[in-house]
Antibody, heavy 122, light 107 residues
Framework: QVHLVESGGGLVKPGGSLRLSCEASGFSFSDNYMTWFRQAPGKGLEWVSYISGSGSYTNYADSVKGRFTISRDNAENSLSLQMDSLRAEDTATYYC???????????????WGRGTLVTVSS | EIVMTQSPGTLSVSPGERATLSCRASQGITSNLAWYQQKPGQAPSLLIYGASTRATGIPARFSGSGSGTEFTLTISSLQSEDFAVYYCQQYNKWPLTFGGGTKLEIK
């Protein structure tokens, strides 16, 4: 079955770090760009970061640039998001999502995980 | 950044009736728009991309239209499983941005 499962969320103090993981199954993981999104409580969706299938290309939202690092392990079908210097405004549910492999120039997402909640609070 | 504005914020419709959801972009995005459905506690799921192309497995009662700055998602005959929050997303320009969502509730 094709799905994505996030883990690693939790409560962390401001300035702390957390590493999120996203385990993929049921598809050829290395064929797809993967992306992290987040959704603050009661708010809309926000793009956070993406990584190419090979891991060679990455990009970040300005709000997390220099603090978050996206990576992937294609042998383990795993995507990660290392989050450092966390702030209260990073509190959100974090989702990983797949960009279709057939999508050459378009950036929509056909498979999402259920998310993992990150709470940054003292 | 392109701002996406969805209206209304909440839409109350009876099962079997038609629902029309709107999404407006702050600048032209051609047809680079997707629609997602999200139910409580669940992941978002792709409904429409390219403004009007249904994703795999999406029923024909869902249709998308529009280009430029004005877009519409229409659900022709609401089923009980369609009551959810709907988001539009533009992918014409980075950063990718989403609308604030329309909550479709049972009247």
């Amino acid at each position: 079955q094709v799905h994505l499962v996030e883990s690693g969320g939790g409560l962390v103090k401001p300035g702390g770090s957390l590493r999120l993981s996203c385990e993929a199954s049921g598809f050829s993981f290395s064929d797809n760009y993967m992306t992290w999104f987040r959704q603050a409580p009661g708010k809309g969706l926000e793009w956070v970061s993406y990584i190419s299938g090979s891991g060679s290309y990455t990009n970040y939202a300005d709000s997390v640039k220099g603090r978050f690092t996206i990576s992937r392990d294609n042998a383990e079908n795993s995507l990660s998001l290392q989050m450092d210097s966390l702030r209260a405004e990073d509190t959100a549910t974090y989702y990983c999502a797949r960009r279709p492999r057939t999508s050459v120039i378009d950036w929509y997402f056909d498979l999402w995980g259920r998310g993992t909640l990150v709470t940054v609070s003292s | 950044e392109i701002v996406m504005t969805q209206s209304p914020g909440t839409l109350s419709v009876s099962p079997g009736e038609r629902a029309t959801l709107s999404c407006r972009a702050s600048q032209g995005i051609t047809s680079n728009l997707a629609w997602y459905q999200q139910k409580p506690g669940q992941a978002p799921s792709l409904l429409i991309y390219g403004a009007s192309t249904r994703a795999t497995g999406i029923p024909a009662r869902f249709s998308g239209s529009g280009s430029g700055t004005e877009f519409t998602l229409t659900i022709s005959s609401l089923q009980s499983e369609d009551f959810a929050v709907y988001y539009c997303q533009q992918y014409n320009k980075w950063p990718l941005t989403f609308g604030g969502g329309t909550k479709l509730e049972i009247k």
